[in-house]
């Protein structure tokens, strides 16, 4: 529950399949759609499924360096989604990222000096 408190907004419809520990997220101020997985993919009566999210994690964990799996995986994903962003947009990334970095408010950025880089 702590993940879900952290990353995702209340009053969201989670859906997910029926492992217990997802058992009291309604409780938590969460809408819950459930899909079980031994009955089919798509809940017929609401047409809950899984599809979309299983299919993006897939994606995602073909992105990630198979070699570092214990790194810096929060870059890893920050990366994926914006190169999906990008093909969404049909953007060309370094354009893209040049646009985001010119926008951006540097007065607020604090100063990086050589001393307190790790070495």
């Not at 989670?14 to 759609?33: G, L, P």
């Not at 360096?65 to 990334?93: E, V």
Request: proline residues 3%; hydrophobic residues 40%; neutral net charge.
């Amino acid at each position: 529950m702590a993940v879900l408190r952290d990353w995702i907004e209340p009053g969201t419809t989670v859906i997910s399949d029926c492992w217990t520990a997802y058992r009291d997220i309604e409780t938590h101020n969460y809408t819950h759609k459930i899909v079980n997985h031994t009955i089919g993919f798509v809940y017929v009566h609401t047409v809950a499924h899984t599809n979309t999210i299983e299919s993006t994690w897939r994606h995602v964990k073909a992105f990630l360096n198979p070699y570092n799996l214990m790194g810096h995986n929060i870059y890893h994903l920050a990366h994926y989604m914006f190169a999906a962003g990008c093909r969404s947009q049909n953007a060309d990334h370094f354009t893209k990222f040049i646009g985001i970095v010119a926008s951006m408010d540097w007065s607020a950025t604090p100063t990086l000096h050589y001393s307190n880089v790790a070495k």
